[in-house]
């Protein structure tokens, strides 16, 4: 009786495993309402991302904005990571990068900025450089060498894609709520980073460079209605706006506000990545004993 249910419980596991993200599943009559709205939306609609509550200037009483990195090579950030082939799984399952480029490409991501600043506001045609590259090979232009119209086997076009993706850049902003009494962290953009598209596929190791920085309060809509995979129960996804709110991955720090124009941690500390490590450590340190000493007297 034991093994019974054992084996009913593992068909079931492997059954959730290869029905991920597929809403609707067991609603479904034919394979094609498999993914589509459920009997709830369709009456109340998707549910919205939760809303900030509002704070005001005068209920912060410390703060601090740091920048981090968030390694895609780490097994804990591998949701924002995967999936980079959706050839098999479908449209329901997406990588981070993905849904972001397509935000941006269908006009639901407006707020897209060259910097972490915010500074300068670019548009998808300002990153379509960044993002893909054409080229012509030495039989086209042989082609247009000798005046004649070059055929389109011989243009080439390389562009970014999620498995090109080697880390995020995030900024954040933490701050105590006096309030509430509570330490608390508002994530404010974040930025895809992948090697030089034109130098990507030439060998070696490639510099890696900033595609672009979302507003993310601007994108949480859009990150509210995709969801990640979720190891530990695939009938239960999580949206990339809670998983980023929530701070379920693991970062780095490699800057913070400071009187030498937020300087970065590699600009005071060179060619000693252990020391650098450590560095990150002691701001996020400095960062959680603000809160402990609030209880110190």
């Not at 079931?12 to 394979?31: C, E, R």
């Not at 105590?176 to 060998?203: C, H, M, S, T, W």
Request: net charge negative; hydrophobic share 35%.
């Amino acid at each position: 009786m034991n093994w019974n249910r054992f084996l009913i419980g593992l068909c079931g596991m492997l059954i959730s495993v290869t029905s991920f993200g597929q809403s609707n599943l067991l609603n479904a009559k034919t394979p094609d309402q498999i993914g589509g709205p459920t009997v709830a939306e369709k009456k109340y609609g998707k549910s919205k991302p939760l809303e900030y509550g509002y704070v005001d200037d005068r209920d912060v009483l410390w703060a601090k904005t740091t920048w981090e990195v968030i390694d895609l090579d780490e097994r804990v950030n591998f949701p924002l990571y995967y999936p980079i082939d959706t050839n098999q799984i479908g449209g329901s399952r997406r990588s981070l990068y993905d849904v972001l480029v397509s935000g941006i490409r269908s006009g639901k991501i407006k707020n897209i900025y060259a910097d972490s600043y915010f500074n300068d506001k670019i548009t998808l045609k300002d990153i379509s450089a960044a993002l893909s590259k054409v080229d012509t090979t030495d039989l086209g232009i042989e082609q247009y060498n000798a005046g004649e119209a070059i055929d389109q086997q011989y243009i080439s076009r390389r562009d970014i894609s999620s498995a090109d993706i080697a880390e995020y850049h995030i900024r954040g902003y933490w701050y105590f709520d006096k309030r509430q009494a509570e330490l608390k962290y508002r994530l404010l953009g974040i930025a895809p980073v992948a090697p030089d598209v034109n130098f990507i596929d030439e060998g070696g190791a490639s510099a890696l460079v900033e595609l672009f920085w979302v507003w993310f309060p601007g994108a949480r809509e859009i990150l509210n209605e995709s969801y990640a995979f979720n190891p530990e129960n695939t009938s239960n996804p999580v949206s990339f706006d809670h998983l980023l709110n929530a701070r379920r991955f693991n970062a780095t720090i490699y800057a913070e506000d400071n009187v030498q124009g937020d300087r970065q941690v590699e600009d005071y500390i060179s060619n000693n990545a252990f020391m650098q490590l450590l560095e990150s450590e002691r701001i996020k340190e400095q960062i959680r004993n603000f809160e402990q000493d609030m209880w110190n007297y």
